[in-house]
């Protein structure tokens, strides 16, 4: 296993999860309900940026490797997971919502675990599509995990839930594309 700064912010990002999701289990009289929800959105805001950094120092130093392609769209799932399931958990996420969210990631991670050892991994590449649905994700969740108001205008929670219902929309259309990219091979394989 290769070891660089690229893949040591992966697994920062990794670390970070049972942050996130812990941070909301600590005793009230540690961390005020505010406090909790600011700490949790603050771990998740610097998780997502490790997420985009890793792979632009990874590509920029050319220290790109099999595995920190393998650790960074897991970390990335274990991250959206873990605070989908807490935000579920306190009736702030519709739990269909995260299902769904939550089922494509697994579904389209099988499909790629099957496709890349029939040697055709190529056609499931991340798209555009999934790297908006990710986007979207991204910004919802801490959102959600906030659930305030920024600026003395900005409703996160209400904007946190219509992006990660569009999320969820983009992740289902995200799902068919790669399920009808996939869908000859799956015919003549399957």
Do not use: C
């Amino acid at each position: 296993m290769p070891f660089n700064f690229p893949i040591l912010l992966t697994w920062l990002r990794v670390a970070l999860i049972p942050l996130v999701v812990g941070v909301f289990y600590l005793p009230d009289a540690w961390l005020s309900p505010f406090d909790k929800a600011v700490a949790s959105t603050v771990i998740f805001i610097v998780a997502a940026v490790t997420d985009w950094f890793d792979g632009f120092l990874a590509r920029r130093w050319n220290q790109t490797s099999a595995f920190g392609a393998f650790l960074d769209p897991v970390a990335d799932k274990l991250m959206v997971a873990g605070a989908l399931l807490v935000l579920v958990q306190f009736n702030e996420v519709n739990a269909v919502v995260a299902f769904i969210i939550i089922g494509r990631e697994i579904t389209i991670s099988a499909l790629r675990e099957w496709m890349a050892q029939i040697g055709a991994s190529k056609s499931v590449a991340v798209s555009s599509l999934g790297k908006i649905k990710t986007a979207a994700q991204m910004i919802a969740i801490p959102m959600l995990l906030f659930k305030g108001t920024l600026f003395s205008a900005i409703d996160t929670y209400y904007w946190g839930t219509l992006l990660l219902n569009v999320a969820a929309i983009l992740t289902v259309w995200s799902m068919l594309y790669y399920l009808r990219k996939a869908w000859p091979l799956i015919k003549e394989r399957g």
